[in-house]
T-cell receptor, first 112, second 112 residues
Framework: GENVEQHPSTLSVQEGDSAVIKCTYS??????FPWYKQELGKGPQLIID?????GEKKDQRIAVTLNKTAKHFSLHITETQPEDSAVYFC???????????FGSGTKLNVKP | NAGVTQTPKFRVLKTGQSMTLLCAQDMNHEYMYWYRQDPGMGLRLIHY???????AKGEVPDGYNVSRLKKQNFLLGLESAAPSQTSVYFC???????????FGQGTRLTVV
């Protein structure tokens, strides 16, 4: 199977600063990498995703980068706001497998 | 605009009791998943289904059974609950294996 490691487990930043969360995966056959945000008491919600044929993707203040050679991908949040405070999960999907492997999560705290 | 609905939201079971968690989606998705979420361990796949009448094991299937008799419903059963099954359970659905998964609100299960 696939093994996804996520760091850091907790991250505290000041409002307006940037936040970076990193994930590594073990199987080079993984080809789809989504990021989910989970607010307290709710289910995870997709915020951005990237496929293996793309190196970077951006959506307003959120960006994801993928380095296939090193087998790692990162989530970048710029100009953080208190409403960005949540738990963030990365995930990877092996090509031709019908399931995702999730990282252990990062609790982001944005201090006003 | 329901999306993915899980019932119940909370449940307390005694060791050895049985119960069924219901997941319903109204998006006509082929793929459905059951995950459990434990502190520091992210989301772990219990069972999944790639279409009506199909089921498959995930990472942690022991002690659970599932059924997908109708496309819109995915049931998770615990035949004889154990304290180790105390967790938050999430159902998710997606149109394909490499597209956004939509999650339910979760079911908090406590086994005493």
């Amino acid at each position: 199977g696939e093994n996804v490691e996520q760091h850091p487990s907790t991250l505290s930043v000041q409002e307006g600063d940037s936040a970076v969360i990193k994930c590594t995966y073990s199987d080079s056959a993984s080809n789809y990498f989504p990021w989910y945000k989970q607010e307290l008491g709710k289910g995870p919600q997709l915020i951005i995703d990237i496929r293996s044929n793309v190196g970077e993707k951006k959506d307003q203040r959120i960006a994801v980068t993928l380095n296939k050679t090193a087998k790692h991908f990162s989530l970048h949040i710029t100009e953080t706001q208190p409403e960005d405070s949540a738990v963030y999960f990365c995930a990877a999907r092996l090509y031709n497998f019908n399931k995702f492997y999730f990282g252990s999560g990062t609790k982001l705290n944005v201090k006003p | 605009n329901a999306g993915v609905t899980q019932t119940p939201k909370f449940r307390v079971l005694k060791t050895g009791q049985s119960m069924t968690l219901l997941c319903a989606q109204d998006m006509n998705h082929e793929y459905m998943y059951w995950y459990r979420q434990d502190p520091g361990m992210g989301l772990r796949l219990i069972h999944y289904s790639v279409g009506e009448g199909t089921t498959a094991k995930g990472e942690v299937p022991d002690g659970y059974n599932v059924s997908r008799l109708k496309k819109q419903n995915f049931l998770l059963g615990l035949e004889s609950a154990a304290p180790s099954q105390t967790s938050v359970y999430f159902c998710a659905s997606s149109s394909r294996a490499d597209t956004e998964a939509f999650f339910g609100q979760g079911t908090r299960l406590t086994v005493v």
